[in-house]
């Protein structure tokens, strides 16, 4: 693989997080925020099968919602997302 290639450096992280869905009635979906940085995180989920492209993330202790577009996904467990501007 090739050099870093990130706009901006990822920090390791271990808090727990969950999709959430603003307009539904849905039941979150739970994860662990592997790494995260200002543009984006490193997501772990039992299984991304049902996983949206688009989504609202609740992470945990950090009193942070923020709707995510995936960048990378790498079945069965881990993806990538980018933080949507505000």
Do not use: Y
Request: hydrophobic letters at 40%.
């Amino acid at each position: 693989m090739s050099a870093e290639q990130r706009q901006f450096p990822r920090k390791p992280g271990n808090n727990q997080a969950a999709i959430v869905f603003v307009k539904k009635n849905g039941q979150p979906i739970m994860c662990t925020v592997a790494d995260i940085s200002d543009g984006g995180a490193g997501l772990t989920f039992v299984n991304i099968a049902d996983i949206p492209d688009t989504f609202w993330l609740e992470v945990k202790g950090a009193n942070s919602l923020r709707q995510c577009k995936v960048a990378w996904r790498a079945p069965p467990h881990r993806m990538g997302v980018q933080f949507v501007p505000e």
